[in-house]
């Protein structure tokens, strides 16, 4: 199908998520603002007023109540998503990084930037689902993580069991969701290729993290095991896992601006890839856009995925026949022992 | 109190240092100390003369010391015999610095003062080192001979039992060889890191590899890749083998500074650019300096322009008698090998020299029985004097054919491969000098009196030529006019030439197959065997497509083209973002077109066709710098055989065909196995991991469900895809029982 390019932004998209049901997007840009579209014809649903500075992250909690997201102006922001209204402002000395919504939507975690004497926080607050309640002030966990480089990603386990972290010298963290504790520490990309995605499966079991060492690789969330790695040919910023019953993986990435010389499309490789989840091959690639990927996020219903680039657009494509039907022999074989 | 260092007893110290005996270390690793005798120099072979001459003497000598560098005759001392009468034949002489002694050393020994007298000039210090009793033993003793060491096998690569070819490939810090496997990925042989500091050579039989350190060169090679013979040239830039890879020249744009101590390079090779070694040896043969080209441009100050280098300088004759090389505008120098030696003593004189070649194979003259080598040369117009080219032969220096032309800008030189023609392209300009046409003379060397055809027909210049190899074909390039300013380079032509046919074994008249217009192709690429042709467009930022070309067709024929022989068809094209370079493999069966680090950073790495252009491999490669396919030496089989082989070419095809075939589905079995269990392995942990989480979601009293997925079994219910269960009930069969 003919792609959905929604252009609202003025600047280098950052970040873009799909609600839970799949029917909006969020998207995140540089240019202070959030807006949020219907997934199906791209019209803009509405906007978010109220950063003071580049937005880095966004992400919806599970009943699409609630909107936070944190940016340059060193605050972290829950808005009411339906009317708009700002519903609480937490302040922080540096950048919010990485904001994440926990699965049941009752923890939301902030990740501020390590800068100037400030090391990498981890801020985690008890939300309740209501937009007209009063959200606390006092996280109810803060590590600070002064052993390891920069958090540049994070996120929520399953059953908030633990906190699982990428930093910026390629290595993946497992904390303790509870206590702050950390409990495991491995080196799973190439050394000081910083880690600039984590994505997590549907059920929160595995991750897939992308890595500037040109590869993503997915993880197992109990032993942070690398259970596939995909080796893409450019520096990636981005993977997202399909929904089930489809077996893919979707890479983001491209030659950074300053690292290029000329400005051929063709040459910055600004395509999404898409790889078999369990073979590790590349089955696809979708062009379009003409600068690096920064995100790419699949709707959680398996019907579209969208791309938030450099350019400033966003590009929503839905599937098409061929990829609901392409299936290697071995599934085939597989399907067809089972009836 | 702990003793100082006074108070120790020397006796204790020193006691442990006399017993072992050092003197033979010290012997090796002596210390040459400033004796402040280095500026002295010692004349011998002297005319004795009585001591009324001696004055004369002294003032003659001085002239020729003063060349070298500055004394005066205070400083020349010349011993008188005891009774004073007579001098003793030798002088001492006192430089102002030792480079002066150094230099007069260099320059005058053996300097012939006149017919029986020639001096002998050395450095004082060196009388000391080597004349003094007991330095040199005065009884002879044999040199001790290395007991014999089997080398490694070093054409072990050619045994390989599928005939496949080898390929050097240079990316980020390191070399490795590989064995190509059509569309597999190639099987690795070796990788080193480090293995050369700028480039790597196979050597033209592909016996060594060759790397390149700033220390000098080495060469590589048996299957162990083993260092085989390393040859010291410190500031190494460049490399090159004779043919028969017995001898090596390296060339370093700096000077040699060599220091007399050292165990390889004497002070012959000092100052020097090239040296010209033996490979067997591992010694250099000969050295010699850069030649300045005469500058005939200057730039807008005024300043000569330097002239691109030639390279090889030091050309090679087919069979490595001889290397030659050339004094722009004046002479060609011809040095015979094993002796390096000028031939005949003196270099053959062409005035206006441009350039020359030496034929590639060893010719065969009509009616000439002896031995001899040729080579190609051409000067310009000088003065009323027409432009030349000439073949002359060597040894005897005979100009076996000349021919005069005009309005010359400049000519190449192109050999085919066997030495049957020369073709010279002469790039020639109109009465007014503004439009340049090309000519080319084709000089058929095999043929009696060696009779020139000219190709005139071409109405613009020629930018690139090429000889079918074994073969009497050619294509070349056109370009026409570059408007000047503008930043597109002008479209190009490829034409394609052949001869018609003949009766007999003869080579009939070149003539024009095909002219293909409106391209912007510059490089050919012939197949080592001939026949295929790679017509590409390299080093460009607008288009990198590469043609496919056969010029023996086996479909119909056109009718104009009858008469030709030669049935010219495209049979694929191919395209190859950023190639900078074409590479054929030695069988023909391969071409790499390679996009190296060197000339941009953009999608390095290597494609690799089949001789007809259909794409095998596409391999992207972070800091891709060189590949190159190891060349083979000439094939062993005879000429019956190979007809043989011609002609039982099915059979043998369909062997291999169905080896291929056979390896091919064992492939496709190994990856279907693997996938199956890769499939397996994923089903068998996520089926492990869900149970696991269900459980401990029960554990903490909660749904089976997150929230997050709960979102979208709601949507389900809400929507359109809500699943109404309905029940029928169905009377399949009624009968009636009555109970008593």
Redesign the interface.
């Known amino acids: 199908m003919r792609p959905i390019l929604l252009s609202g932004h003025e600047r280098a998209l950052t970040q873009v998520k799909f609600?839970?049901?799949?029917?909006f997007i969020f998207s995140v840009s540089k240019d202070h603002v959030v807006c949020a579209w219907y997934s199906a014809n791209g019209e803009r649903f509405g906007t978010y007023h109220g950063h003071q500075g580049a937005l880095w992250t966004v992400d919806v909690n599970?009943?699409?109540t609630l909107l936070a997201t944190g940016g340059a102006d060193s605050t972290m922001r829950l808005w009411d998503v339906k009317t708009g209204k700002l519903l609480k402002t937490w302040d922080y000395l540096t950048s919010i990084k990485r904001v994440e919504f926990s699965?049941?939507?009752k923890q939301l975690l902030g990740v501020t930037e390590k800068r100037t004497g400030q090391l990498s926080n981890i801020y985690v607050y008890d939300i309740i689902n209501d937009v007209d309640a009063e959200q606390t002030s006092e996280p109810s966990l803060h590590i600070v993580v002064d052993e390891l480089p920069r958090v540049t990603v994070a996120g929520f386990s399953?059953?908030n069991k633990y906190i699982i972290t990428g930093h910026e010298d390629g290595s993946i963290a497992q904390w303790d969701a509870k206590t702050g504790e950390m409990l495991n520490n491995v080196y799973s990309h190439e050394d000081g290729m910083l880690v600039s995605d984590l994505q997590w499966s549907?059920?929160?079991?595995?991750f897939i993290t992308s890595s500037k060492d040109k590869t993503a690789k997915l993880h197992?969330t109990?032993t942070l095991e690398v259970?596939k790695t995909y080796v893409a040919?450019t520096p990636l910023n981005s993977a997202a896992i399909t929904p089930d019953p489809q077996q893919y993986v979707i890479l983001g990435g491209g030659q950074a601006a300053m690292d290029v010389?000329?400005t051929?499309a063709?040459?910055g490789k600004f395509e999404a890839r898409f790889y078999h989840k369990?073979?590790e091959e590349e089955v696809g690639r979708v062009r379009g856009h003409f600068g690096p990927l920064n995100y790419v996020a699949v709707d959680?219903?398996g019907k579209c995925y969208c791309s938030g680039g450099e350019d400033g657009y966003v590009r929503v494509h839905h599937f098409d026949p061929p990829y609901f039907d392409f299936k290697?022999?071995?599934?085939r074989?597989?399907e067809r022992g089972k009836f | 109190m702990a003793p100082s260092f006074e108070q120790l007893d020397p006796e204790t110290e020193y006691d442990d240092a006399e017993e072992i005996d050092y003197s033979d270390l010290r012997e090796q690793y002596e210390v040459r100390m400033e004796e402040g005798l280095d500026t002295f120099i010692v004349i011998d072979g002297l005319p004795k003369v009585p001591a009324a001459s001696k004055d004369k003497l002294v003032k003659f000598l001085l002239r020729k010391l003063t060349t070298a560098g500055k004394t005066k005759e205070e400083n020349v001392f010349m011993p008188m015999d005891e009774a004073g009468e007579m001098s003793e034949g030798f002088a001492f002489v006192e430089y102002e610095t030792p480079a002066q002694a150094a230099q007069a050393v260099k320059t005058l020994h053996a300097t012939p003062l006149d017919k029986k007298h020639t001096i002998a000039v050395n450095k004082l210090t060196d009388i000391e080192r080597y004349g003094r009793e007991g330095r040199i033993d005065e009884t002879y003793k044999a040199p001790e001979i290395a007991p014999f060491e089997e080398k490694e096998h070093l054409r072990w690569w050619l045994g390989d039992d599928d005939g496949r070819d080898q390929f050097v490939m240079y990316r980020g810090d390191n070399v490795g060889v590989f064995w190509n496997d059509k569309e597999d990925q190639p099987e690795q042989v070796v990788d080193r890191q480090h293995w050369t500091e700028s480039f790597v050579q196979w050597s033209p039989k592909g016996t060594y590899l060759t790397s390149i350190h700033t220390q000098g060169v080495q060469l590589w090679g048996g299957p162990n890749w083993s260092r085989q013979k390393r040859f010291m040239h410190p500031g190494v830039n460049l490399v090159d083998f004779s043919p028969d890879e017995r001898y090596v020249t390296t060339w370093s744009h700096r000077p040699l500074e060599v220091d007399e101590n050292n165990p390889i390079l004497s002070l012959e090779e000092d100052g020097k650019n090239y040296i010209i070694w033996d490979v067997d040896t591992g010694k250099p043969l000969r050295s010699f300096v850069t030649l300045d080209l005469p500058s005939l441009a200057s730039d807008n100050e005024g300043n000569p322009i330097k002239q691109k280098m030639q390279w090889p300088a030091f050309k090679w004759s087919a069979d490595s008698k001889y290397v030659a090389r050339m004094t722009q505008g004046q002479s060609i120098s011809v040095y015979e090998l094993p002796r390096m030696n000028l031939l005949d003593k003196v270099s053959i004189k062409i005035e206006g020299v441009m350039d020359f070649e030496w034929c590639p194979a060893n010719p065969q003259r009509d009616n000439i029985k002896e031995y001899e080598q040729l080579f190609c040369y051409w000067t310009p117009e000088l003065g009323s004097n027409p432009a030349k080219v000439g073949l002359m032969s060597i040894p005897s220096k005979e100009i076996v054919r000349t021919r005069n032309l005009f309005n010359v800008s400049d000519a190449k030189l192109h050999w085919q491969s066997e030495s049957a023609f020369v073709c010279v392209k002469v790039d020639r300009h109109s009465k007014s000098k503004k439009s340049l046409a090309t000519n080319l003379e084709i000089f058929r060397v095999k043929e009696k009196g060696v009779p020139v055809e000219v190709v005139d027909s071409i109405k613009d210049t020629v930018i690139n030529f090429a000889w079918e190899p074994k073969g009497d074909r050619f294509v070349l390039i056109t370009a026409g006019e570059v408007p000047s300013g503008s930043a597109v380079p002008p479209k190009t032509s490829v034409s394609f030439f052949c001869p018609e046919k003949a009766k007999g074994n003869a080579v009939g008249n070149f003539k024009l197959i095909r002219t293909v217009d409106k391209k912007n192709n510059n490089a050919i690429h012939w197949s080592p065997n001939g026949r295929f042709v790679v017509v590409a467009t390299v080093l460009s930022q607008q288009s990198f497509d590469l043609d496919f070309w056969d010029f023996d067709f086996e479909g119909e024929k056109d009718e104009k083209d009858k008469d030709l022989t030669a049935n010219l068809q495209l049979m694929n094209t191919g395209d190859h973002?950023g190639v900078t370079e074409i590479e054929w493999d030695p069988s023909g069966r391969y071409v790499a077109s390679c996009a190296s680090v060197w000339k941009h950073?953009?999608?390095n790495g290597y494609h690799l066709y089949t001789f007809s252009g259909q794409l095998l491999r596409e391999e992207?490669i972070e800091q891709f710098k060189q590949l190159l396919w190891r060349p083979r030496p000439e094939r062993l089989i005879s000429k019956e055989e190979m007809k043989q082989v011609r002609k039982n070419l099915r059979e043998y095809s369909r062997q291999f065909e169905e080896a291929d075939v056979a390896k091919r589905s064992s492939a496709d079995k190994a990856v279907?196995e693997a996938?199956?269990q890769?499939?397996e392995e994923?089903l068998a942990?996520r089926s492990r991991?869900?149970e696991d989480?269900v459980e401990?979601?029960r554990d903490?009293g909660?749904s089976d469900?997150?929230?997050?997925?709960?979102?979208?079994i709601?949507?389900e219910q809400e929507g359109e895809s809500k699943v109404v269960d309905e029940v029928f009930e169905e009377i399949l069969e009624e009968s009636e029982e009555i109970l008593a």
Do not use: C, H
């Open positions: 609600s839970k049901e799949g029917d599970p009943t699409t699965e049941d939507g399953y059953l549907a059920d929160r079991t595995y197992d109990n259970l040919d010389t000329t051929s063709r040459q369990i073979f959680p219903t290697y022999e071995v599934e074989e597989r | 973002y950073r953009m999608e992207p279907v996938r199956r890769q499939l994923w942990w991991t869900v989480l401990e979601r903490y909660l469900i997150s929230e997050e997925q709960q979102a979208l709601i949507e």
